[in-house]
């Protein structure tokens, strides 16, 4: 019942800046907070940024000051801003609901990002 489609992957070069959004769909009851995570390759996958129903953000430090994250209600999507791109950038990345009292998790399917040199 609960869906999540990401868009806005793609190849870009280092210093460069993407746009990520993610469409939710379906009914999410309570409090719940909306975020990227991202698997680089090889590694595990780890947290960007959350964003909670209230607009207020948290970042992941190897992001802050280059990546914006942002929900709009009404429309039930999420993005992220991805500016000054760098090589260690380069992952797939999900989009990501939690539920904060239930401690449910949703999640898209991945979109890869390639930061090239």
């Known amino acids: 019942q609960v869906q999540l489609v990401e868009s806005g992957g793609g190849l870009v070069q280092a210093g460069g800046s993407l746009r990520l959004s993610c469409a939710v769909s379906g009914s999410i009851f309570g409090v719940n907070t909306m975020g990227w995570y991202r698997q680089p390759p090889g590694k595990e996958r780890e947290l960007v940024a959350t964003?909670?129903?209230?607009?207020?953000?948290k970042y992941a430090d190897s992001v802050k000051g280059r990546f914006t994250i942002s929900r709009d209600n009404a429309k039930n999507t999420v993005n992220l801003q991805m500016n000054s791109l760098k090589v260690e950038d380069t992952a797939v990345y999900y989009c990501?609901?939690?539920?904060?009292?239930?401690?449910?998790?949703?999640w898209g399917q991945g979109t890869q990002i390639t930061v090239s040199s």
């Open positions: 964003v909670s129903g209230g607009g207020k953000p």
């Open positions: 990501n609901v939690r539920q904060v009292f239930s401690g449910d998790n949703y």
